[in-house]
């Protein structure tokens, strides 16, 4: 099943042909902290094929979760691919074939063997830790 989460906004209206039984694809809208655990838990792979992003929240929470990640090659996923050891799938937005494929190698390496990953410390975002950093950036301008 390819599962979508989150805020029907841009584009949904272009996928509801796809969302059905018959084709496997089931669109759950907004879901809790907790619901989102779940998911992830159960989960062969987080699909972020994001066209422009200022962060990917998602992929943190796939990433605490340690499960793979695809992902498309904007600037902020790819920050974050390189910075946690280039665990991550990646493909270009404009080449379907290789997302089609990379969804394909899930899919079977699941069968064999669930795949987990460490992304590393994830500490640095941490609320806490981004609270503390923006407040020392401030401290600076304002001294």
Same mark, same amino acid.
């Given at each position: 099943?390819?599962? $979508?989460?989150?805020?029907?906004?841009?584009? *949904? /209206?272009?996928? $509801?042909?796809? @969302? %059905? =039984?018959?084709?496997?694809? !089931?669109?759950?809208?907004?879901?809790? #902290? =907790?619901?989102?655990?779940?998911?992830?838990? *159960?989960?062969?792979? $987080?699909?972020?094929?994001?066209? *422009?992003?200022?962060?990917?929240?998602?992929?943190? &929470?796939?990433? %605490?979760?340690? @499960?793979?990640? @695809?992902?498309?090659?904007?600037?902020?996923?790819? &920050? $974050?691919?390189?910075?946690?050891? /280039?665990?991550?799938?990646?493909? &270009?937005? &404009?080449?379907?074939?290789?997302?089609? #494929?990379?969804?394909?190698?899930? =899919?079977?390496? !699941? =069968?064999?063997?669930?795949?987990?990953?460490? +992304?590393?410390?994830? /500490?640095? +975002?941490? +609320?806490? %830790?981004?609270?503390?950093?923006?407040? %020392?950036? *401030?401290?600076?301008? +304002? /001294?």
């Amino acid at each position: 099943k390819l599962v $979508l989460v989150g805020k029907r906004a841009w584009g *949904y /209206s272009e996928l $509801l042909p796809f @969302i %059905n =039984e018959e084709s496997g694809v !089931q669109a759950l809208g907004y879901l809790t #902290d =907790e619901q989102l655990v779940s998911l992830y838990r *159960y989960t062969k792979a $987080l699909v972020f094929p994001s066209i *422009y992003e200022g962060f990917g929240i998602p992929i943190l &929470e796939a990433m %605490n979760q340690g @499960i793979p990640i @695809i992902i498309s090659n904007i600037p902020a996923s790819s &920050e $974050l691919h390189k910075a946690h050891g /280039s665990q991550m799938f990646v493909f &270009e937005l &404009e080449d379907r074939g290789t997302l089609i #494929d990379l969804l394909g190698q899930m =899919e079977r390496k !699941q =069968e064999t063997t669930p795949l987990k990953f460490s +992304y590393g410390d994830l /500490s640095r +975002y941490h +609320y806490a %830790n981004i609270a503390l950093q923006h407040r %020392n950036i *401030y401290e600076k301008i +304002y /001294s």
